[in-house]
């Protein structure tokens, strides 16, 4: 069965519509260091080469203020595909990644363009769970792959995610914005270890409602213990939300749960960090 959806157009804001009342791109964005600048300059032409991004609802971005942004994992080339729909929604995001990527010169510029290495299995993961706390509370954009690395589902559909999205989106007052992809994988395939080149693969972005987490941020200020089950919990609500939107572009029905992750080597509980984090 072909997973491909039928083809739907990057929107155009006419001056009626919602999206272009926003602030302009250069307001919303600032400040930009340096070295993000660097970024866009090396990523933008390079996605717009490989990828014919078609986004819906990237409006539901807010312009301002702290947003979680919580997607599924399909391709290595993920990051360079969501930077783009961030960025193209007047944000400039922060990702956490694994810390094998902040290595020589490339991470040099990755830490200094406010990317966010997680150090999972070490003393410092904990830090990787408050540089991200820190930065929504500045009010930036914070991308995670909850999965922690590119799902093992043989038919693309999200596996089991790591909590600590969870923890974030418990203890940050931010917006938590579930995001589907579906399309970069068909130029880098994880499974079979393939690149296909090829030239604007259709690459398909659905940006969801907020998640209303209300009620569970409740239970944690009235003095709740944020134990494994809650973080469990919300982390489910989270991913599940993700796993309709994909089933959405894909116009497919998804399977009832989520595909067992890679064995990991450290604990997922709420008192290890590395266990959370992708």
Same mark, same amino acid.
């Given at each position: 069965?072909?997973?491909?959806?039928p083809?739907?157009p990057?929107p155009r804001l006419?001056p009626?519509?919602?999206?272009?009342?926003?602030?302009?791109?250069w307001?919303?964005?600032?400040?930009?260091p340096?070295?993000?600048w660097?970024?866009?300059?090396l990523?933008y *032409?390079?996605?717009?080469?490989l990828f014919?991004?078609?986004?819906?609802?990237a409006?539901?971005?807010?312009?301002? @203020?702290p947003v979680? /942004?919580?997607?599924?994992h399909v391709?290595v080339l993920?990051?360079?595909a969501c930077a783009r /729909?961030? #960025?193209?929604?007047?944000r400039a995001?922060?990702?956490l990644?694994k810390?094998?990527?902040f290595r @020589?010169?490339? +991470?040099?510029?990755?830490r200094?363009?406010g990317?966010?290495?997680?150090a999972r &299995?070490?003393?410092a993961?904990?830090a990787?769970?408050?540089a991200?706390?820190?930065?929504?509370?500045? @009010?930036d954009?914070?991308?995670i792959?909850?999965e922690?690395s590119v799902?093992?589902?043989p038919? #693309? #559909?999200?596996?089991q995610?790591?909590? @600590?999205v969870?923890r974030?989106?418990?203890?940050a007052d931010a917006?938590?914005?579930?995001v589907a992809?579906w399309?970069p994988?068909r130029v880098?395939?994880?499974?079979? !270890? !393939?690149?296909h080149?090829?030239?604007?693969a259709?690459?398909d972005?659905?940006?969801?409602e907020?998640?209303?987490?209300?009620?569970?941020?409740?239970?944690?200020?009235a +003095?709740?213990?944020?134990t494994n089950?809650?973080l469990r919990?919300v982390t489910?609500?989270?991913? &599940?939300?993700?796993?309709?939107?994909?089933?959405?572009?894909r116009?497919?029905? *998804?399977?009832?749960?989520f595909?067992? &992750?890679?064995r990991?080597?450290?604990?997922?509980?709420p008192?290890?960090p590395?266990g959370?984090?992708?």
């Open positions: 069965m072909s997973h491909d959806p083809p739907v990057a006419g009626g519509d919602v999206a272009a009342r926003r602030p302009l791109h307001r919303t964005r600032r400040p930009v340096p070295a993000l660097l970024c866009v300059l990523v *032409p390079v996605t717009a080469l014919r991004l078609r986004y819906r609802h409006e539901r971005i807010p312009a301002t @203020g979680l /942004l919580v997607a599924n391709s993920d990051p360079l /729909l961030v #960025w193209d929604a007047g995001p922060r990702f990644a810390d094998a990527v @020589g010169a490339a +991470g040099r510029i990755l200094a363009a990317q966010i290495p997680v &299995g070490s003393s993961a904990g990787s769970v408050s991200a706390r820190d930065a929504l509370a500045a @009010g954009v914070v991308v792959y909850p922690g799902t093992r589902d038919d #693309w #559909w999200p596996m995610a790591r909590t @600590g969870a974030l989106a418990l203890t917006v938590v914005l579930p992809q399309g994988q880098h395939d994880y499974h079979a !270890k !393939k690149l080149p090829q030239l604007r259709p690459a972005y659905l940006v969801g907020p998640i209303d987490l209300a009620e569970q941020r409740a239970r944690v200020r +003095g709740e213990p944020v089950e809650l919990e489910d609500l989270i991913m &599940g939300r993700v796993r309709d939107q994909l089933a959405e572009i116009g497919e029905q *998804p399977p009832a749960t595909h067992a &992750g890679p990991r080597a450290v604990r997922d509980t008192t290890d590395a959370e984090l992708p």
